[in-house]
């Protein structure tokens, strides 16, 4: 990290200025404010029903026993296992074709090259409602829905711009002596991509990684349309459709299944945040 | 003469057979991600498109018949429409601000050498975080009337008066959704804020202090001038977000009661999946992306002028 801004707090005497303490007043409301719906989701995943009715807001004594019911009445399971290969698989595909996508476009060049780059960063801004209708036409006349490949296409498609955007300035960036004696020794374009540059980029891939990642894992619009079986739904519409079923007003135990739901993702965040931050921050700056 | 042309094709041929080969080997790298291109993205625009010039169920194989301009023309004429423009409008005019300088505020308190700064980056950043799923049932069950969070605390503290159905209500329901989305986008703003502080030239600021700046005239006529491209660019991420938003409003509302938080991308659905009526939700598709591109191109150009 860069140095901090010479503000508040560079001098030793400033601590207890009152624009000091108005500051971190700030940064903690602002925490409450950011975390607290959470640990109040928490909190109700530890009630019941008469509870939650009452306006309780601190669970005592803690109630346990919407966790294994949660679990077995959403089918937690199946839906965490879908959401992980459905996910991780687009994520996979995504990341080899930016790579790929991003070394050519890095590193070589060739007629059409800005026209290829504009139109593939058009997935960057097009919204995704625009390929809605024609792919679930085309899906259900392929016979795709409620297949795997119903979501990791699209998925893929729409996670490319990013990928393909923070590829190529990584590529941009990596000195041409690296190249220039690899093509001494004899290697051709793929050689060089695959055993010099490709490794050299382990930062980039690991942050195109995890954003994508979690970003498909919370997909909603074409999880809810191009899936209606409910055996191969993804977490988010698996979620919702209990909602309107099973657990109509039971919050305590939907509470508890939105708990489970998220863990994954919380988990994945803390080990992962610095990627991820890195990524999105590379992603909006660069532009 | 002659002699400078076979010496001319000699060199030439192999050059244009070199020229070739690596613009195949080119295309080979980009080749996958142009496939897919095409086949999730370019080819479903063309689709919609043309979809938006017919009248079509979806269920019969045929697309049914061409009405020209029809759709729109009924698209215009729909009030719901106007309201959903609004909405959208508003939803933007609103957010974008509020999110924008409550990041910016955030980004200057956490730029500072304070500890555990890089924890409370780290905090702010879990609402983007979470599936927006969890977050509008978190905020329908803080909003619920009788035992919700929200007016159970109103009324505990003696403003019982206050206390209202705040997503049934069609003059608070919009802003209700507006507050959840600002709740769970600041982190995204104040992450690109923050990493904007932190690349500003140091020796700019130096001067500025050497010169004898202090705090107040060091924020407002050094470092806010300096941040204006990403403060920009935190701008127009915001308003495009907001125009294409669908789940957090979905699953919230539904774009209810009565329309008043319905965006186009819910009144798309509604007209492909509810209401069966392909044509139309076409057209709307083909509006919100001429919206949302015509916005970025102007944002694009504000900002170059500047």
């Not at chain 2, 660019?233 to 957090?248: C, E, M, Q, W």
């Not at chain 2, 659905?269 to 919100?288: C, K, P, Q, T, W």
């Amino acid at each position: 990290m860069s140095p901090a801004l010479p503000a508040a707090g560079a001098k030793a005497g400033s601590r207890f200025e009152p624009a000091y303490l108005a500051g971190w007043v700030v940064l903690l409301s602002a925490l409450v404010v950011s975390i607290a719906p959470f640990l109040y989701l928490f909190s109700l995943s530890l009630m019941d029903n008469q509870q939650i009715f009452n306006g309780t807001l601190i669970a005592w004594p803690v109630r346990l026993a919407n966790y294994p019911e949660a679990w077995v009445a959403t089918k937690i399971g199946t839906l965490y296992w879908n959401s992980i290969y459905i996910s991780g698989g687009s994520m996979i595909v995504t990341v080899a074709i930016s790579a790929l996508a991003g070394y050519g476009l890095g590193r070589l060049e060739f007629f059409g090259k800005a026209y290829i780059y504009a139109l593939i960063l058009i997935g960057l801004t097009i919204p995704i409602q625009i390929a809605l209708i024609p792919l679930f036409v085309n899906l259900r006349w392929l016979g795709l829905m409620n297949t795997p490949l119903a979501l990791i296409g699209p998925y893929t498609a729409f996670g490319l711009a990013f990928g393909t955007y923070i590829m190529k300035a990584f590529f941009e960036e990596l000195p041409r002596e690296l190249e220039e004696a690899a093509r001494i020794d004899g290697a051709n374009d793929f050689r060089i991509f695959w055993q010099i540059m490709l490794p050299l980029t382990r930062p980039a891939i690991a942050t195109i990684s995890i954003f994508l990642f979690l970003q498909n894992w919370n997909e909603f619009l074409f999880a809810l349309t191009f899936i209606t079986d409910s055996s191969m739904r993804t977490l988010p519409t698996g979620i919702y459709a209990l909602i309107s079923s099973e657990f109509y007003g039971n919050y305590g135990l939907l509470a508890a299944a939105l708990v489970l739901f998220s863990m994954p993702v919380l988990i994945l965040y803390f080990i992962f945040q610095q990627q991820f931050i890195e990524g999105l921050t590379a992603g909006a700056l660069k532009h | 003469m002659a002699d400078s042309v076979a010496v001319h094709r000699a060199v030439a041929a192999p050059a244009r057979r070199r020229h070739i080969g690596r613009t195949l080997t080119a295309y080979a790298f980009v080749g996958p991600a142009l496939l897919v291109l095409c086949a999730f993205i370019l080819y479903p625009a063309f689709y919609s498109l043309a979809l938006s010039f017919y009248e079509w169920n979806g269920f019969t194989p045929e697309w049914g018949d061409f009405v020209g301009l029809n759709n729109y023309r009924e698209l215009v004429r729909d009030p719901v429409f106007w309201k959903v423009a609004l909405n959208s409008i508003l939803f933007v005019v609103v957010r974008t601000p509020i999110e924008v300088t409550i990041a910016f505020m955030l980004a200057l308190l956490l730029n500072q050498n304070i500890p555990g700064r890089s924890f409370l980056r780290t905090m702010f950043f879990v609402p983007v975080v979470m599936s927006l799923i969890v977050v509008t049932l978190i905020f329908q069950r803080i909003l619920e009337p009788n035992a919700g969070f929200l007016n159970t605390f109103l009324r505990n503290v003696g403003l019982g008066a206050f206390a209202h159905p705040w997503l049934a209500d069609t003059t608070t329901a919009l802003p209700a959704v507006i507050f959840v989305s600002i709740w769970k986008n600041i982190g995204f703003s104040l992450v690109i804020l923050l990493a904007g502080l932190q690349g500003l030239p140091q020796e700019v600021l130096e001067a500025a202090r050497c010169d004898g700046a202090n705090r107040r005239q060091l924020t407002l006529q050094v470092v806010t001038p300096l941040m204006k491209p990403i403060i920009g660019i935190a701008t127009v991420l915001s308003v495009i977000g907001g125009l294409k938003v669908f789940d957090l409003v979905y699953i919230m509302t539904r774009g209810g009661p009565t329309y008043s938080t319905e965006v186009f991308a819910t009144m798309l659905y509604r007209h492909a999946f509810d209401l069966n009526e392909m044509g139309i939700a076409s057209a709307l598709a083909v509006i919100m992306v001429l919206v949302i591109m015509g916005t970025s191109q102007l944002q694009t150009f504000l900002l170059r002028e500047r």
